[in-house]
């Protein structure tokens, strides 16, 4: 064995604390994995009085003065954001470094930028916990799916969203409820924004569909309705058509004569309970793959977490210490088909439609007319009358989202129809 | 764009048609994710009159000729079985060449041996496709999993015998009908010998133990009973419990402080039905894997099929061909762990045992004497009286294989004992 390889650590919170303990208790085993041992060279934090725990020979706030030191081999970040993380890693790949992130909003934002920048400099970029925690998802996809051509990519891929969703189907409860009792729990965080509204899950389908389609996709090419809007009623709905209610992040390779797109969109939708999703509960992540030869795979594991988001970022680390002992880098990100992405209007959806409608003779033929006019077809209707009042439910087959929309807002102008009392878009109905 | 990296394909059946066809229709993207194009060298079949597809140039009976020619940088086998593959897969070894393989047998018994002389010529040895079919799964233990401890991969890794079991399940079968079914159907090959006893996934279960332990496990460590001995009775035991009855590939990290050892074993289990492995039904693969830092991961899709093979194989092309394109060879596999195979008679099981006994006073208490004799507690009884006979059905706690099947023994020679109806080791509960 010969000299240490040295690590930066950048952040120390959760899950870098998690990091610096599994590489002391797994020094032995991590030595004879990699054939050289790893070793702390520092750790970049704020305020480095709330790191007790951390030797204070290790602790600097000078972040990039530690990327840039000499004996730094490799830079290991769970900071997060954007800035000042961003100018950090461009700093160590300038100065050699290779670099492990589980920095999702970085990479989707900037993954392009800091791709080139990493292979310019020959060394590596991993960021196997940016997405779906501990789940071995995106080697995967770079690697072991690299001989196949993939269709589609289905994630829960946030863990409070799913809680949530989870409890109000359990409970019966509104969304107001569920994510009281979230943040209660700590499933939740004090601003929940970044879960509840989807850019969380909006950020690693971005990754996720470049990977999968060797394509850039930054999160602005997301399309992102959260959960807010779910209600008690649209989840007893689904439960009435065999479904449950899950945010998806969505990822399609749109094939077309005149040039494929992909289609990347993150928003709450009505599963089958049959469906391999459906019954991933509370704060766990799956993916679902479809792809040309391989088929349907799926991926399932805890998607956050201090521990399970080390495991990963330890993962990686692994593969980037062997790749600097081999002097080598490994696979770069190739986005060499440069797939337009395609608008949510223009993208093919299905939806389900609760109406509240008087229950007159005619009533269903006007109904479907609007859905003929916008060039929607419906697959299954279903009224129930109850008294002067009927409930129309309704699931279209795949149409433009546009037009799905069209006829949604049409549908509240009609004289017949009392209310919208439930819309949702249908994933995985055959 | 450079000369192309050539290719040597060993057999030419279900897999390596599909290896064929893909490499030409994906010729453009494997170009793109490798960086240089990829190019058949030449295809050894043992009867070239039997392949009219293939271009008669690439045909060749010489093997040996083909993997050492100076032009072929990289090989292919999709043979199967020992020799003659384990000699040409050394010989393409001490030629330079790297090797995709999809031979879980030879893997099973040599892969020590292939993985030494792979590391000694500076070259590669993947086989993806071994195990699962196209579930990304040998990867992401080798790599992502990297940085944990693997306590526990389980999994159901032979398609054949999860198809009969299946249908036994649903019809209330038993295994020589279910058994002549899948014959009929495809799902089972002439001769089910492999499958049906288990010796398929005995092979499977060693691959995947050397690598979640970084330690040599060959099939003959491999504890194996296959499902032939599976009786409708067990079946419909197993769902009075709220379980179904699989065929596991179990390998565990057994701690103990005189050492670790592993216990690897193939058998038919019943598992609760709430558990991730329940629902995968038919020709489906999963593979449940705990860690120490990951926790619980589950992998799933096709486990056979040529082209989801045939994607797996693909991948690990890409893998190698980005390796030679670097001028290095990826991560070997380590086995630096060394640790002892435990027998199965010591390595702790659970039993679920239903008997036929003599509807008397006593006859409760005498039987639970005779667990407790052999040091083997019980978790749960439950007694159902029917005239002057009842059904006792037993599920054990934990205790060391032996001490249960001594038990067994024993309550066989019991005089209230009408009969033993069923015995099945019990997975997954809690």
């Known amino acids: 064995m010969s000299d240490p390889l040295k690590v930066a650590l950048l952040g120390c919170g959760t899950v870098g604390s998690a990091v610096l303990r599994l590489l002391e208790e797994q020094a032995g085993d991590l030595t004879a994995r990699i054939g ?24 600097t706030t000078d972040a990039h003065g530690l990327v840039t030191r000499d004996d730094v081999d490799l830079v ?39 791709h080139a920048a990493a292979a310019k400099a020959g060394v590596d970029l991993y960021y196997e916990a940016a997405v779906a925690g501990a789940i071995p998802l995106l080697r995967p996809l770079r690697e072991s799916l690299a001989g196949d051509q993939l269709r589609r990519v289905v994630g829960i891929v946030n863990g409070t969203t ?7 189907a359990e409970t019966g409860h509104g969304f107001t409820e569920a994510l009281a009792e979230a943040t209660e729990l700590g499933y939740a965080e004090a601003d929940p924004t970044a ?32 959960i807010s809007a779910v209600t008690a009623t649209d989840v007893a709905r689904a439960a009435e058509i ?20 992909v ?7 009505m599963i089958p309970t049959t469906h391999p999703l459906a019954s991933v509960g509370g704060a766990f992540n799956a993916v679902f793959v479809e792809a040309e030869a391989a088929g349907q795979l799926m991926f399932y594991g805890q998607g956050a977490g201090g521990d399970a988001t080390a495991s990963a970022v330890l993962g990686d680390l692994v593969a980037v210490a062997r790749n600097r002992v081999a002097g080598v880098a490994g696979p770069g990100v190739t986005t060499y088909a440069g797939l337009p992405a395609r608008p949510i209007a223009e993208t093919p959806t299905r939806y389900h439609v609760s109406l509240d409608v008087a229950d007159k003779p005619g009533v269903l033929a006007t109904v479907a007319q609007e859905f003929a ?34 006829t949604v807002t049409a549908l509240r102008e009609m004289p017949a129809v009392r209310g919208v009392t439930s819309i949702l878009r249908v994933e995985g109905l055959s």
Not at 44 to 53: E, G, S
Not at 195 to 220: M, Q
Not at 263 to 269: C, M, T
Request: charged content about 20%; glycine content about 8%.
């Open 195 to 226: 879960d509840v509204d989807g850019f969380d899950a909006a950020a690693k389908a971005a990754i996720l569909a470049s990977l999968a389609f060797h394509t850039p996709v930054s999160a602005t090419d997301v399309y992102r309705e959260g």
């Open 76 to 114: 290991v970040e769970v900071i997060g954001g954007i800035e000042p993380v961003r100018s950090l890693l461009l700093a160590a790949f300038e100065a050699g470094k290779s670099v492990v992130s589980a920095n999702k909003a970085l990479l989707a934002d900037d993954g392009v930028e800091l």
């Open 373 to 406: 006019r916008h060039g929607v077809s419906i697959a299954t209707v279903r009224q129930d009358g109850h008294g002067d009042a009927a409930t129309l439910v309704i699931v279209t087959h795949s149409a433009p989202d546009a037009a799905l929309s069209a």
């Open 242 to 261: 065999g479904c449950t209610v899950k945010l998806l992040a969505i990822c399609e390779r749109v094939l077309a004569d005149g040039g494929d797109s």
């Open 36 to 59: 050289r041992p790893v070793e702390v060279a520092g750790v970049a934090v704020r305020r480095p009085d709330r790191h007790p725990d951390v030797p204070a020979h290790l602790l």
């Open 162 to 168: 799913n809680y949530i969703l989870s409890r109000m």
């Open 263 to 269: 289609a990347v969109r993150v928003h709450p939708a």
